[in-house]
Nanobody
């Protein structure tokens, strides 16, 4: 049973930082790319970033380049999203996902429950 559990979301002031974490189980973590998605109220879920299985290739959407960084620790079966210089417009529910169409062309077939990120003063 694939399980992805996000943590680290919360309320942060503009300009602040937050690190999201995803703890994975139920599959051989190091064989799969991982992704972070987000969904804001009234909007479609969108890809934020992806990372290859070994962690050496990444993709970040243009709006977060230079501010967000995806990473992973295969020894701990964890993926992370470091978010810096946060702006209110990034407020959304963030989801960890197994797979990446952007990097490996493989399916995204499992999702975490999501963690709320709210940027507000």
């Amino acid at each position: 049973q694939v399980q992805l559990v996000e943590s680290g979301g919360g309320l942060v002031q503009p300009g602040g930082s937050l690190r999201l974490s995803c703890t994975a189980s139920g599959f051989i973590f190091s064989r799969y790319a991982m992704s972070w998605y987000r969904q804001a109220p009234g909007k479609e879920r969108e890809l934020v970033a992806s990372i290859s299985n070994g962690g050496f290739r990444t993709k970040h959407i243009d709006s977060v380049k230079g501010r967000f960084t995806i990473s992973r620790d295969n020894a701990l079966n964890m993926a992370h999203l470091q978010m810096n210089s946060l702006k209110p417009e990034v407020t959304a529910v963030y989801y960890c996902a197994k797979g990446s169409t952007a990097i490996t062309n493989g399916p995204v077939d499992s999702w975490g429950q999501g963690t709320q990120v709210t940027v507000s003063s």
